[in-house]
């Protein structure tokens, strides 16, 4: 057989495997009954400040790793666990080991081309591991977290939907309510996926604190369960702590096996 059609056969046989591939990175996929994901994430940030008595910029950057591991309980409900770490880049922690640690449920429910899904998670860090243990005399902070989505199946890979996130800390009597609403579109071409809308942040401290974020992803799938792409989210509006500008961007693999 002629090198060209070897090279031609190869490239046949890639792009049926990724034709055929699911829909890893859609924001409602949870892995089948006994099946895991890992979903691997790098990513650099930036937010400018602004401090009101100073009329200081100053520009805070931010690396973070994290790891997430999915198992389908069901074809419709897995449990999750997260990993993550944010590295020391401005000096500012005691280490780059500053870990933080979540665990979770999600849940699916279709109504015919209707997507729905609930999720909760806890979350917690420990103060002490990012500050030393003469920076603070706070101890492991622990959080409630929620989720739910709603989709709209339009065919053809086109799934438009909606979130709404809250997050709580429930060990501080005078805690604040972190929440976040979502809107975009998620588009599966086969061996490729974008995904992207418009963010919404805001809590409850007592003022307007909020932001307004644009965010994006792009994948492709080199093989049937793999899929590698790019993320990111940059503010276009609103107001919260003095930030006058924050981006972040990153690169995953999210494997099915």
Not at 31 to 46: A, E, I, L
Not at 83 to 106: M, P, R
Not at 195 to 208: A, H
């Amino acid at each position: 057989m002629k090198l060209k059609s070897v090279l031609l056969a190869s490239a046949a046989v890639l792009f049926a495997g990724s034709a055929s591939a699911a829909d890893l990175t859609n924001p409602f996929y949870l892995p089948g009954q006994g099946q895991f994901t890992s979903d691997t994430q790098v990513s650099y940030g930036r937010t400018e400040l602004t401090t009101a008595t100073e009329n200081d910029i100053r520009n805070f950057d931010r690396i973070r790793a994290t790891e997430e591991l999915t198992y389908g309980v069901t074809n419709n409900l897995s449990v999750f666990g997260v990993l993550g770490n944010d590295f020391d880049v401005e000096g500012e922690y005691n280490n780059s080991h500053n870990f933080d640690y979540e665990i979770g449920a999600k849940y699916n429910k279709d109504f015919g081309k209707i997507k729905t899904q609930v999720a909760a998670s806890y979350y917690t860090y420990d103060p002490k591991s990012f500050e030393g243990h003469h920076g603070t005399d706070e101890r492991w902070q622990k959080y409630l977290n929620g989720q739910i989505k709603l989709g709209y199946d339009m065919g053809n890979g086109l799934t438009p939907y909606a979130s709404y996130a809250l997050s709580s800390q429930i060990d501080n009597g005078d805690r604040e309510l972190g929440q976040s609403a979502f809107a975009g579109v998620h588009k599966f071409g086969g061996n490729w996926a974008v995904d992207g809308g418009i963010r919404y942040d805001y809590n409850t401290d007592g003022k307007n604190n909020n932001l307004v974020y644009v965010q994006a992803a792009a994948d492709y799938y080199p093989m049937e369960k793999l899929a590698v792409g790019a993320f990111g989210d940059y503010n276009i509006g609103g107001s919260a702590d003095d930030i006058d500008d924050d981006y972040t961007v990153g690169l995953r693999a999210k494997v099915l096996f």
